[in-house]
Nanobody, 118 residues
Framework: QVQLVESGGGLVQTGGSLRLSCVASGAIWSPNIMGWYRQAPGKQREMVATITSGGSTHYADPVKGRFAISRDNGNYTLYLQMNSLKPEDTADYYC????????????WGQGTQVTVSS
């Protein structure tokens, strides 16, 4: 059974940086897509960035140029480097792994909170 555990959230001032990590355990099959999503209070969960097992990345417009997603397949870890943080980046950040082929995966972590103060 696949499990994801996020870490690295916290409180940071506007303009600061944080690095989120997501460690995966269990058998994750390739190809797959891993991603970071966020949910602010009172809002729907939204995609932040995704990366395929081959390394192709995709970013939401609000974070382009500020955030960078990467993955270490050997250590089963997903990262999100967040720079130039803004108050509107404040949210709970979730890690996800998705595989549409059998054996299918659609697993979420428990989330890590990011708060950016103005």
């Amino acid at each position: 059974q696949v499990q994801l555990v996020e870490s690295g959230g916290g409180l940071v001032q506007t303009g600061g940086s944080l690095r989120l990590s997501c460690v995966a355990s269990g058998a994750i099959w390739s190809p797959n897509i891993m991603g970071w999503y966020r949910q602010a209070p009172g809002k729907q969960r939204e995609m932040v960035a995704t990366i395929t097992s081959g390394g192709s990345t995709h970013y939401a417009d609000p974070v382009k140029g500020r955030f960078a997603i990467s993955r270490d397949n050997g250590n089963y870890t997903l990262y999100l480097q967040m720079n130039s943080l803004k108050p509107e980046d404040t949210a709970d950040y979730y890690c996800n792994v998705l595989r549409s082929l059998p054996p299918r995966h659609n697993v979420w972590g428990q989330g890590t909170q990011v708060t950016v103060s103005s």
